[in-house]
């Protein structure tokens, strides 16, 4: 049967399962644009910025397990996506990102709107196409979305010309594809398990540092077992926040640049650091050459690539991080560890991290506990990037897996409110809250007109400190207050939530707090709260840029403010 490229594109993605796209409509998509009402399974979501589409699949991908898929036009519309292919890319999620390009015959001509976007994304895609061919377009979606789903994964830019769209070609089903460059090896190597369940056996002090690898594998249920069985303590990274539940005996916190004392300290004193499904990122490490100084190392991933980049690896374990716990677990026999536990469960009543103190105005911390309570730890967080992340990884407590949503690797301001919307059109039954700070909002508030015509019920919390609050933190410690570009004036946001026809409060005062939480959660669409915090709150715990895991602070210091 004869289709166009437009077509093809459309049948293509409706086998590939998809059922959302995010996107922007341009010149050079219209002939794609025209045949979508001939695919009812395929909903459009118009978002406002295409940063906006790139993070809201990103956030529907991370959500789902699915790929997500974004759609951009040529030129502006496909740069426009850099920043959230990036982000995509540097935290493993699979995403798939289709943009329009100038007919065949306008390439390398400079025309309107033309941008070579392959050569673009190549540092930041796991592969991209330029496909010239209408015949070639259902083999490419295929691959495309194989790629990206496959072993690590991560972003995949399919880039079409106008005129391809609109070619009649036969459409034939993709055959069956053969990547060798992306298969992997799932089981881990059999000597590099035992060699790793003998260190296990021998350890006196051992760690887990969980990663987002956990939750991308979703294999919550083969970590647990591995830590009841042997007892041992697991901390988690940022982007492994919700790999396991934190009210759990064995569980410690995330550890970091603004982990919990804790964390920091079982790593520090550790004589084994078992590391799954991480890459050992400058801000879980600290200075790396004082990490775990005394502990051998277990790294479990699939990418061969990470192991041993950054730290030291005694033992590396390549492949998929469910099948690797489980093939441990058939063979691990059961340890008691009451002495290392006994010393953690001390240090975590010397060191309180996660104490708020009272006060008559408004204590983000305090704020982020209240979502908590109201929420009764159903809900999914998702953050920008800046104190109101730290804050929301601290005091929320995520018992449920797959539950915090944030921009980890590239740190990626304005990521909240584009992707609590991709997370909550992948799943409207979900309690979504987006916590952002009011620096990272009005980087993409414009979306709350996509989360409007969509009526979804996210709840919004802007921690509003009128800073860039982060960058001040630094200038207070370190840059003798110099408070250079940081000061932030932005709209009413009740009256700009309004203008969207979205309900919204301002809260000025503690004894608001909860009432405000509670009229979010009552109304049945979105819903934006403005928390006015203390404008100089800071983040702590918090380790010194260069200091290792070992210094870190846990009250502002006098020495470094003066």
Known sequence: MKMTGAQILCESLVREGVEVIFGIIGAS?????DVFPQYSQLHHVMVRHEQGAAHAADGYARATGKVGVCLATSGPGATNLVTGIANAHLDSVPVVAITGQVARAFLGKDAFQEIDITGITLPVTKHNYLVMDAGELAQTIHEAFCIARSGRPGPVLIDIPRDVFLDEVEFCPPAKIDLPRYRTKLQGHSTQIKRAIRLIDEARRPVIIAGHGVIISRAYDELCVLAETVQIPVITTLLGISSFPESHPLSFGMLGMHGLATANMAVDNADLVIAIGMRFDDRATAKVSAFAPNARIIHIDIDPAEVGKNVRVDVPIVGDIGQILGNMNKSITPVKRAEWLKQLNE?????????IRDSRRVIPQYVIRQIFEATHGEATIVTGVGQHQM?????????KPNTLISSGGLGTMGFSLPAALGVKMGDRSRIVWSIDGDGSFQMTSHELAAIAQENLAIKIAILNNGYLGMVRQWQQLFY??????TPLTGPDLVKFADSFGIPALRVEYSK?????????MEHEGPFLIDFVIEPEENVYPMVPPGASLAQLLEESPKEIES
């Open 347 to 355: 240090w975590k009543e010397r060191h309180p991290s996660l104490e």
């Open 512 to 520: 608001e707090v909860i009432p405000a939480i509670q009229a979010a």
């Open 29 to 33: 998509t219209l002939p794609l644009y």
């Open 480 to 485: 003798k207050r110099q408070y250079v570009a």
């Open 391 to 399: 804050w929301a990884a601290q005091h929320y407590f995520y018992d």
